[in-house]
């Protein structure tokens, strides 16, 4: 029982000390640098890790997240057959140019409290790592989480010389941060009233463009008009790269009465346009996803 008190607060005390000695190789490579929004970070000390190491796969939970996320969930799995252990411990890297740097925490945020989480044999678990330690919010790039995973079989004393662990890897789970993904939110008419419900959202980067190339090149006209019933269908862009004129715009669309043509108005821009038999088939599919020649 004494035996394996002693063993356990050699391990834990080896534990802090790894965690301190990879704070200190971060701090030994002063090579800093100012990305292009004028944010600061330290070379890190190694440039190449991977996402898996002596049976532990660490990974995020999403490939891609956007600068508006608080938090990352991030998965381990261990294949091995002893447990391992790690901390609430962890920094976050970003790749400038081929180079990977160490991203600073807020004032009051570089203290992790030191509590071990064990990871069992065969086992799996979920960490959630939080955006908001970082001083500056993360801008578009590529990224990844390091953290240390302990074995504690490694961890022993003999002959009073305290021994470097093996088999504990370091590993980098990578994400990136990008923009939001453009979308279209098309909403459907309910019943014959002039209200609207959530129909469907359309992501597929080409079928966006085809209809941004329909809308962009048609022959609006500058007309204040009044159907005599409400619109079957209402769109909207979001999260537009770049500001156009279809940001920010809601479209209602009319089927004409033989079902062969569109008609769609500008909501509050004052522009009304009916589209040729092929425009309105082509942007009415993009938009419902139905073909307009099998209405009834």
């Known amino acids: 029982m004494k035996k394996n008190y002693v063993l356990f607060f050699c391990f834990m005390s080896a534990l802090f000390l790894l965690a301190a000695c990879q704070s200190a190789e971060q701090k030994n490579d002063k090579t800093v640098v100012k990305t292009t929004d004028e944010k600061t970070g330290e070379k890190a000390s190694m440039q190449e890790r991977s996402n898996s190491g002596n049976g532990i796969t660490f990974t995020t939970e999403k490939e891609k997240y956007t600068a508006s996320d608080k938090e990352i969930i991030v998965n381990i799995q261990n294949e091995n057959d002893t447990y391992f252990t790690y901390g609430q411990q962890f920094s976050i890297e970003k790749n400038i140019d081929g ?45 990844r989480i390091i953290k240390i995973f302990n074995n504690p079989e490694d961890y022993f004393l003999e002959e009073n010389i305290e021994k470097k662990p093996i088999n504990s890897p370091t590993l980098a789970a990578p994400f990136e941060v990008v923009s939001k993904e453009k979308t279209i939110t098309v909403e459907k008419r309910v019943g014959n009233e002039d209200k609207h419900g959530y129909f469907r959202e359309i992501t597929d980067a080409k079928q966006i463009s085809k209809a941004i190339n329909v809308l962009e090149k048609a022959n609006w006209e500058n ?58 088939a082509e942007l009415f599919e993009i938009i419902t996803g139905e073909k307009l020649s099998d209405l009834k």
Request: charge should be positive; aromatic fraction near 12%; include cysteine.
């Open 99 to 143: 180079t990977w740097y160490v991203l600073p925490f807020k004032e009051g945020m570089k203290l992790f409290q030191e509590k071990a989480y064990t990871l069992q044999a065969k086992g799996s678990a979920t960490q959630t790592i939080s955006l908001d330690r970082l001083k500056n919010k993360p801008s578009l790039g590529k990224y």
């Open 223 to 280: 007309a204040e008009v009044n159907m005599a019933y409400p619109p079957h269908y209402k769109f909207c862009f979001e999260h537009m790269e770049k500001e156009t004129e279809l940001d920010s715009v809601v479209y209602a669309l009319w089927i004409s009465p033989k079902k062969d043509k569109i008609e769609l108005v500008m909501q509050g821009k004052g522009k009304y346009i009916q589209l040729n038999k092929s425009k309105s």
